[in-house]
């Protein structure tokens, strides 16, 4: 069974709507894989994701609101197969940390290595359906791009 990670700062924006769209699509093609999500930060441990977060998976029927704030933990790297940043301070981070399987989600689609804005500096819901796209565009092409896909 494969093993995912996504990863953000504070593990209540990008990371819990990036798990949310991954566990969809395994749910929607019967896939053998186990997703997770966390944060390099405790700052928000075992809070729900931002209202934002939680608003715009809902308008693509994805329910993250039961989904908890975790701090990534040196076990993680061996825990997953894959580890996915949604920034390159997030990557830097992870991999100062000893982490040596992690990729930028920016690097799938056509994004060309950008990094995942973070929602939680946006002063409103304005401009969140763009970084809910993105997301949505590179989790599917990791997937696709890995052979994770039936």
Known sequence: MTRVLFVCLGNICRSPIAEGIAKSIVKE???D?????AGTSQRYENEVPCPYSIKVAKLHDIDISRLRARRVSRQDQTTFDYIIAMDAPIKEKLEALGFSNVDLL???SNYNGANVPDPYFFDDFEGLEE???MIEDCV???IVQKGLSL
Do not use: A, E, H, P
């Open 33 to 37: 894989l186990i997703i997770d999500s």
């Open 29 to 31: 093609q019967n896939l």
């Open 131 to 133: 970084v809910y796209i």
């Open 140 to 142: 599917k092409d990791f």
């Open 106 to 108: 920016g690097n799938f």
